[in-house]
């Protein structure tokens, strides 16, 4: 089965600091996908990244930065220098690859309170 | 405008009325999917559609909901005689459906309120 973990309910800080999203996923798979989507105020759900389960490079985009470790089963999300803008919340997801079959396991998301 | 759209964003009805949710995908994408939000929770799976054919629907109420995604149109999430449990948001997202492992883009959400 395929299950999706963030422990963290909620985060607030300060505008410029750095903050990591945590994701815990389980599954038997040995192929797999892994996605994070950002949830703002508006409700619109936006797509960050998709990273699959042979490429553990981490990867960085501007302020974001991911890092994949499949020893631990964790993909967590940084955002350097925070900004206001960035204040939503952040869903961690997976799907398992399989014909027919490849709807997304979300986690219950982390709210991200930026203050500036 | 690219972008998965539903329409309409906000809908409420009272018990025991029809709900209709439609979804038009991304121009290229042959893939539809939804999922419902409740409250404080992250999404959970209801049903794929590919054009005029229902894939998986294992996530879907086995009363009262139905899908669909005719050849020509958009896909439709149908809940008949809503109750109060299915206030809710409802996303709708799209994908080219390239060998499983494509992304799946979301639109904006229909927010159903069941007064």
């Known amino acids: 089965a395929q299950k999706v973990t963030q422990a963290q309910t909620e985060i607030s800080v300060v505008e410029k600091e750095d903050v990591t999203l945590d994701c815990v996923y389980e599954?038997?798979?040995?192929?797999?996908?892994l996605f994070w989507y950002k949830q703002p105020p508006s409700g619109e759900l936006v797509f960050l990244i998709r990273?699959?389960?042979?490429?553990?490079q981490n990867e960085i985009s501007g302020r974001y930065s991911w890092n994949f470790q499949k020893s631990t089963s964790s993909f967590n999300f940084t955002i350097t220098a925070s900004q206001v803008v960035d204040s939503a919340v952040y869903f961690c997801a997976l799907t398992k690859p399989q014909t027919g079959a490849n709807n997304l396991f979300f986690g219950t998301g982390t709210r991200l309170t930026v203050i500036p | 405008n690219a972008g998965v759209m539903q329409n309409p964003r906000h809908l409420v009805r009272r018990r025991g009325q029809e709900a209709r949710l439609r979804c038009s995908p991304m121009k290229g994408h042959s893939h539809v999917y939804w999922y419902r939000q409740l409250p404080e929770e992250g999404l959970k799976f209801m049903v794929y559609?590919?054009?005029?054919?229902?894939?998986?629907e294992s996530g879907m109420p086995k009363e009262r909901f139905s899908a669909e995604f005719p050849k020509e149109g958009p896909s439709i999430l149908r809940i008949q005689q809503v109750v109060r449990g299915d206030s809710a948001a409802y996303f709708c997202?799209?994908?080219?459906?390239?060998?499983?492992?494509?992304?799946?883009?979301f639109g904006p959400g229909t927010r159903l309120t069941v007064l």
């Open positions: 997202a799209s994908s080219l459906g390239l060998a499983n492992t494509d992304t799946q883009y």
């Open positions: 990273r699959n389960s042979f490429d553990e």
């Open positions: 599954t038997r798979d040995t192929t797999y996908y």
């Open positions: 559609l590919q054009k005029e054919n229902i894939i998986d």
